[in-house]
T-cell receptor, first 114, second 111 residues
């Protein structure tokens, strides 16, 4: 248990569906991140939020839309995805964006796009 | 750009030692993390190196050479539960605490 909880753990969606991934942290951290982990590829940073403000969008297609309503919650809204978007989506948090301490990861949402 | 390389897979015997190397080419290097990830689980923090040298934590040690762009993770007295992927990740000074990962090394421990 890392203190970062992601739901759902598994999700299967069609290409025309709209769904959302949820991440919650109870660690009092100020920075939150979305990463994508595809088979045989390195973990890729998608989005960074610091104090509820998006500070980075790592050239992610607009079919992925993040939302950070408060410092404890992070969402990733999905719509009109492609099969190549199937991956493990990991949320992480850290005390602050410019503090070099470890990030705490959730267990991820395994997404399959059919 | 950034380039972080580590072997894809390694196999070792229970009780033995395994060394996982990571080389990186980045601009503005700040520090290097090692994470462990069991299949289907969250990556968990193992170590962080910012200065040259060896950091020891029980059975796990991590080494960094900034001038060579090189790190290794040393796992001693291997146990079956050490079978996992080991992820090398760097942070770059201006980018704050955003991790750039290597592809991970899958370690299989055999009896």
């Amino acid at each position: 248990e890392t203190g970062v909880t992601q739901t759902p753990r598994h999700l299967v969606m069609g290409m025309t569906n709209k769904k959302s991934l949820k991440c919650e942290q109870h660690l009092g951290h100020n920075a939150m991140y979305w990463y994508k982990q595809s088979a045989k590829k390195p973990l890729e940073l998608m989005f960074v939020y610091s104090l509820e403000e998006r500070v980075e969008n790592n050239s992610v297609p607009s079919r992925f839309s993040p939302e950070c309503p408060n410092s404890s919650h992070l969402f990733l809204h999905l719509h009109t995805l492609q099969p190549e978007d199937s991956a493990l989506y990991l949320c992480a948090s850290s005390p602050g964006l410019h503090i070099d301490t470890e990030a705490f990861f959730g267990q991820g949402t395994r997404l399959t796009v059919v | 750009g950034q380039n972080i390389d580590q072997p894809t897979e390694m196999t070792a015997t229970e009780g033995a030692i395994v060394q996982i190397n990571c080389t990186y080419q980045t601009s503005g290097f700040n520090g290097l993390f090692w994470y462990q990830q069991h299949a289907g689980e969250a990556p968990t923090f193992l170590s962080y190196n910012v200065l040259d040298g060896l950091e020891e934590k029980g059975r796990f040690s991590s080494f960094l050479s900034r001038s060579k762009g090189y790190s290794y993770l040393l796992l001693k007295e291997l146990q079956m539960k050490d079978s996992a992927s080991y992820l090398c990740a760097v942070t770059m000074g201006a980018a704050g605490n955003k991790l750039t990962f290597g592809g991970g090394t899958r370690v299989l421990v055999k009896p």
